[in-house]
């Protein structure tokens, strides 16, 4: 922006912008593009995105336009020419980014964004829809995946026979996923839960003790043959022992 | 004397009652484990992919150990009403052989438990679900099996992914190689289907429009089956032993009092 010596010149500049862009007849709508607003598993993806359709945003005097999508990255978006025709070399998916950093896809007619929006339908345009043309040369104006991760901006611009008529204001920057990779995923850090620790050292305790069981029970054993304790006598073994008559009254009596 | 010869005669009758309980709890978990390695869920690929499958191997132990108990709890019994010290020493060494075992098999399917986490089956997901180039015939087996059950886990559960389709999103993959990102965000069989086993909006199902995809993940899916396999080993298993615990301890005591 220079500045000029006459003091009149200040106001003559935008007055001779302003003759300039009616002369072509473009008019700037208020309407930014943005990402779908209803909720959607899809919104952004690694190589697509969900942009909301401009319902109720050209007017009437647009109708026989076709609305472009134009994607750019953002620093195309100041000196973009809106003037360029889709199709061409310099507008083609094929080269995006590469050789040239925007690209128009998406074309249609005002019929299809009719206003007012019906509620409760989803209205989106999903941008990087079409695989099949995306290597095709011969379509330069394919829907084809992004192919990178972005950032990229976004406006509509409606264009007749005669040249660009409306154009929306540019979009955020809008940046798809970045993948990982699964190597990145940790694995290790499982510990021990507390069942399995209460369930081992439990386990452990009660065949330690039976293993004890065991070997105080062999000892006992070997100990057994120098003379008994109390045994319990088989039931149709015959008992001889020595008593004196007042037990043995007893023990019969216990017996019937 | 009268006193402790009752004694004796309760501890028998306990003994016996006891051993009848640990037969029948050898059937029980023979069952148990059988029903377990039969896999009614399919979802052995996976564990065996993971090359850690030892919640399997714990319930392979539990059958075999199972009728051990069986079997011997009928010598326990046999032993102790015969009040025959040498059938039940062989009693008692056997049973504590068994006892080792099935600890072993506690042990081992709760340890291995605690490894399957959910980034594990995550991992294994995203390295091996329709994994186009395997190096030899195991790692082609196992690719197979895993892009198998995967496939029929989130038809059947109406899920995707392990917390969602946005694992496939979010991480690269063996698929995402395969299957480009703007025609496939997330494998097919995320996606609602008709009964003819077609999706119902493909459209819908790439946008990812609530309703026409499965947005939840299968990781319940996953861990249900496995939690109940190996819990349903360990602890059951856990409460046999404790019970046979009390018999051996009483056979133990009892044997001692036994004049031979």
């Known amino acids: ?256 | 004397m009268a006193k402790s010869d009752d004694g004796i005669r309760i501890l028998q009758g306990l003994l016996v009652f006891g051993n009848v309980v640990i037969g029948m709890c050898g059937i029980a978990l023979t069952a148990e484990c059988i029903f377990f390695v039969s896999d009614p869920h399919g979802l052995y690929p996976l564990l065996e992919a993971t090359e850690n499958d030892d919640i399997y191997a714990a319930a392979w132990i539990g059958i075999f150990v199972g009728f051990a108990f069986f079997a011997l709890s009928i010598l326990g019994i046999v032993g102790a009403i015969k009040c025959n010290r040498t059938l039940l020493l062989v009693y008692i060494i056997l049973m504590l052989i068994t006892y080792a075992f099935e600890m072993a098999s506690c042990i081992t399917a709760a340890t291995h438990r605690d490894f399957l986490t959910p980034n594990l089956f995550l991992k294994q997901m995203l390295e091996r679900y329709h994994k186009l180039e395997t190096v030899n015939n195991n790692d082609k087996w196992m690719t197979e099996g895993v892009t198998k059950t995967w496939d029929k886990l989130m038809l059947q559960n109406q899920c995707c992914g392990v917390w969602g389709p946005s694992d496939w999103q979010e991480y690269t993959s063996a698929f995402r190689i395969t299957y480009n990102d703007a025609d496939f965000p997330w494998p097919r069989n995320c996606c609602v289907m008709n009964a003819q086993g077609s999706p119902v909006n493909l459209d819908g199902c790439k946008l990812g429009v609530p309703g026409y995809y499965n947005s939840n993940g299968c990781y319940d899916a996953i861990s249900g089956p496995m939690n109940t396999h190996a819990w349903g080993v360990a602890w059951f298993g856990f409460a046999i032993l404790c019970w046979t615990f009390c018999v051996l301890l009483g056979t133990m005591f009892y044997w001692s009092r036994i004049e031979y």
């Open chain 1, 1 to 256: 922006h220079s500045r000029l010596r006459h003091p009149g010149a200040r106001t003559m500049l935008p007055l001779l912008l302003l003759l300039l862009a009616s002369a072509h007849g473009l008019k700037k709508l208020g309407y930014t593009p943005t990402l779908a607003k209803s909720p959607l598993g899809g919104l952004t993806t690694a190589s697509t995105f969900v942009l909301e359709q401009p319902r109720c945003v050209f007017s009437k005097e647009q109708d026989d336009a076709v609305i472009w999508l134009v994607v750019a990255v953002p620093q195309a978006v100041a000196n973009f020419n809106n003037s360029v025709e889709p199709g061409t070399a310099e507008r083609a998916f094929q080269s995006f980014p590469t050789h040239n950093p925007a690209y128009m896809t998406l074309n249609t007619t005002i019929l299809n964004y009719p206003c007012p929006k019906p509620p409760g339908e989803i209205t989106v345009l999903r941008v990087g829809s079409e695989t099949s043309c995306a290597e095709n040369e011969m379509r330069p104006t394919c829907n084809g995946p992004l192919p990178g991760p972005g950032p990229y901006r976004v406006k509509f611009l409606a264009l007749n026979s005669s040249g660009p008529v409306a154009e929306t204001a540019w979009s955020d920057p809008i940046t798809l996923k970045t993948a990982k990779p699964p190597s990145t995923i940790p694995t290790m850090e499982s510990g021990h839960s507390a069942g399995m620790i209460t369930l081992t050292s439990i386990l452990s305790v009660l065949f330690a003790i039976l293993l004890a069981g065991l070997v105080a029970m062999l000892v006992f054993w070997g100990s057994d043959a120098y003379g008994g304790s109390s045994t319990f006598s088989k039931p149709e073994a015959v008992t001889v022992r020595r008593y004196n008559t007042h037990h043995v009254y007893d023990q019969t009596a216990a017996r019937l």
